[in-house]
């Protein structure tokens, strides 16, 4: 609060500085502006970006020797990811050094974001949420209830939005690390990141549960407005595109959800569980399913098929990313697909070391940053075969 002064034009400065104030703490905890600075790329999820496939710039990998189950962050010339061996590692975008690693006590599969100022956020199977700063210092941590497995989510007015295994769901400060409000109304494990509405909607987040309901959390107060009972579980995220979330569960469906109500507009079955979550743009929505081994485009409005793409030889865990041309998705047949976004069809397929859960992150250069890892184990016991890799990839080399 501004302190009040007999003087009133000094009441004038004071509150003219606490405004400027304002501005700049918010200015520093906005996302980056450019690349694909979080899981989703912006807090709706749309996982779009309109950059051409005519990247120049030279691919590299880097072996962390252990899982990479969260998505890939790149902004501000550094590419950041987790890994199962409790660190989180900063490269350089272009040439694949490593900037930095910041070492927690357990895995970190939650997708960190990147922050304006360069610093990211994260969460942990530690049960915290950190902040580090550019140079991988750590700048606070939150302790929370239960373990963070659930991508970060930063919003444009600067708070940080997490989920945890525990069916807690968290608002907290940037700057601070201070908690704004704890919503507790779920029955089971808040895996899901969390997508936020904007306009109208922006006081709306999306989340589901493992207790088969999708949930619109209040903003401002972290109250439930309202939930959607769903035939299955899991971790699918939503992506929300004006007054609609789209959102997959275990059952098989992708619902299309009015977000002022929860009502339904449509489902489409994708014939496989769905632990992606979908992407947007001009339109459609893309979608990847498991059991199906299936790639989905469909109508956004009425939920047909535009086209579909069943070539992966196993299931599809990965969630679509987009640029102007490519679709990308992860499968299990050790695969990033690259399909073409008016056809479906397959301009090429990048051989990775394992499984690709990861979503793939695409930057301002054109560069498509993923992941892979050996088999997933939901526990902290080592795996027989520590493997994952980090890759840059450059679209014109394989188009």
């Known amino acids: 609060a501004v302190l009040q002064r007999e003087h009133k034009g000094q009441t004038h400065k004071m509150q003219a500085l606490g405004i ?177 509405g904007q306009g109208q909607y922006s006081n709306t987040i999306i989340m589901r549960s493992y207790d088969k309901n999708v949930y619109a959390i209040d903003y401002a107060t972290g109250d439930v407005q309202w939930k959607f009972p769903t035939g299955g579980g899991g971790g699918s995220s939503a992506v929300i595109v004006g007054g609609i979330a789209y959102i997959g569960s275990w059952d098989m469906n992708l619902y299309a959800l009015n977000l002022k109500d929860g009502s339904l507009a449509w489902k489409f079955n994708t014939q496989g569980e769905i632990e992606s979550h979908p992407a947007y743009h001009a339109g459609v929505v893309y979608v990847s399913a498991e059991e199906s081994k299936t790639i989905y485009a469909l109508n956004a409005t009425t939920g047909e098929v535009i086209w579909k793409n069943n070539e992966p030889a196993e299931e599809c865990n990965g969630s679509p990313s987009i640029s102007q041309d490519l679709v990308y998705v992860g499968c299990n047949d050790k695969f990033l697909y690259a399909l073409d976004i008016a056809t479906g069809k397959t301009r090429f397929k990048f051989q990775t070391c394992a499984n690709v859960f990861a979503s793939a992150a695409i930057s301002d250069s054109g560069m498509v940053y993923a992941a892979c890892n050996t088999v997933t184990a939901y526990t902290d016991e080592p795996n027989d075969e520590q493997l994952g890799v980090v890759y840059a990839i450059n679209p014109s080399l394989h188009l």
């Open 20 to 196: 400027v104030l304002l501005m700049a703490a918010a200015a520093t905890a906005q996302l980056h502006s450019g690349d694909w600075p979080q899981f989703g790329r912006s807090p709706n999820f749309h996982s779009y970006n309109g950059v051409p496939s005519n990247a120049t710039h030279k691919e590299w990998s880097y072996n962390v020797h252990n899982r990479v189950v969260a998505s890939p962050a790149v902004a501000g010339g550094a590419v950041v990811v987790g890994s199962d061996d409790g660190s989180v590692y900063s490269f350089d975008q272009f040439t694949g050094e490593l900037n930095w690693k910041y070492t927690t006590t357990k895995t970190i599969r939650s997708s960190p974001a990147i922050a304006f100022d360069g610093s990211v956020v994260f969460g942990g199977y530690d049960g915290n949420v950190y902040r580090v700063d550019k140079n991988g210092k750590l700048v606070w941590k939150f302790r929370g209830l239960g373990i963070f497995y659930a991508p970060t989510t930063l919003t444009d007015d600067g708070a940080v939005l997490i989920g945890s295994e525990l069916a807690q769901f968290y608002k907290l400060n940037f700057t601070t690390g201070e908690k704004i409000w704890q919503s507790s109304h779920a029955g089971s494990a808040m895996n899901s990141g969390a997508a936020r």
